[in-house]
C-alpha cells in the first residue's frame, strides 16, 4: 500500500528567507509525486507534480520541489518566502493502476514579516 | 471555466437524517472522488469512480454511498447522519489516472 509522510506539522520562516517543507513517501512501481496547496476554508490548489524526467520540478507561485528517489524523498522548497505562502500544504502519491490518490496529513507554513 | 462545483457549501443536519452532497464538473475529467478532511488527519478518500457506472469504496467509505450516472456528476449520500461525520467535504476530479486532481471549494458538514 501506498503511503506519504509529512514529518512536520507545522514549519516557521521569516519573510525572504528560504523555505522547505518535507514529505517522503513508499509507493510500489514508479511514484507520481504532487504538492497541493490549501488556502483557509478554500479548496487545495494544484502546485506541482513530479511524473519522469528532471529530478528539480518547477511549479506554481515560485515553488520547486526536489524528487529524490535513494531518500523516496519529494521535498518542496522557495527560495525566497512571501508572508502570502502562509498557508496548508500537502504532499499526495498517486496510484496509476488504480487511479487513487493518497495525501500527507499536510504541514501548515507560517511565513512571518 | 467552472471547474468542480459542490453544493451546498454549508450544512446542519440532525442525526439520522439523510442528504445529498452534489458535485458536478465540467472538465470532462473520467476519474471523480470524495474526500473528507478532519483537523490533523488530512485529507482521507471516501469512494471515487474511474467512470461513468463505476464506483469503488476508498478508505473511509461507511455511512456513504455514491453513483456515477453521467462524466459530470458524482454526488455523495449520507444515509443516516452521525457527529462523526461532521467534517470538511471535498469532490475531486482528474483527466486520467495519472494527472492532476482538481477540487472543489468544499462542503462544510455539521452532524448535531
Known amino acids: 500500500a501506498q503511503s506519504v509522510a509529512q514529518p512536520e506539522d507545522q514549519v516557521n520562516v521569516a519573510e525572504g528567507n528560504p523555505l522547505t517543507v518535507k514529505c517522503t513517501y513508499s509507493?510500489?512501481?514508479?511514484?507520481?509525486l504532487f504538492w497541493y496547496v490549501q488556502y483557509p476554508n478554500r479548496g487545495l490548489q494544484f502546485l506541482l507534480k513530479?511524473?519522469?524526467?528532471?529530478?528539480l520540478v518547477k511549479g506554481s507561485y515560485g515553488f520547486e520541489a526536489e524528487f529524490n528517489k535513494s531518500q523516496t524523498s519529494f521535498h518542496l522548497k522557495k527560495p525566497s518566502a512571501l508572508v502570502s505562502d502562509s498557508a496548508l500544504y500537502f504532499c499526495?502519491?498517486?496510484?496509476?493502476?488504480?487511479?487513487?490518490?493518497?495525501f500527507g496529513d499536510g504541514t501548515t507554513l507560517t511565513v512571518k514579516p | 471555466n467552472a471547474g468542480v462545483t459542490q453544493t451546498p457549501k454549508f450544512q446542519v443536519l440532525k442525526t439520522g437524517q439523510s442528504m445529498t452532497l452534489q458535485c458536478a464538473q465540467d472538465?470532462?475529467?473520467?476519474?471523480m472522488s470524495w474526500y473528507r478532511q478532519d483537523p490533523g488527519m488530512g485529507l482521507r478518500l471516501i469512494h471515487y469512480?474511474?467512470?461513468?457506472?463505476?464506483?469503488d469504496q476508498g478508505e473511509v467509505p461507511n455511512g456513504y454511498n455514491v453513483s456515477r450516472s453521467t462524466t459530470e456528476d458524482f454526488p455523495l449520500r449520507l444515509l443516516s447522519a452521525a457527529p462523526s461525520q461532521t467534517s470538511v467535504y471535498f469532490c475531486?476530479?482528474?483527466?486520467?489516472?495519472?494527472?492532476?486532481?482538481?477540487f472543489g471549494e468544499g462542503s462544510w458538514l455539521t452532524v448535531v
Open positions: 475531486a476530479s482528474s483527466q486520467d489516472r495519472g494527472n492532476t486532481i482538481y
Open positions: 472538465m470532462n475529467h473520467e476519474y
Open positions: 509507493v510500489s512501481g514508479n511514484p507520481y
Open positions: 513530479y511524473i519522469t524526467g528532471d529530478n
Open positions: 499526495a502519491v498517486r496510484d496509476i493502476n488504480a487511479g487513487k490518490s493518497t
Open positions: 469512480s474511474v467512470g461513468a457506472g463505476i464506483t
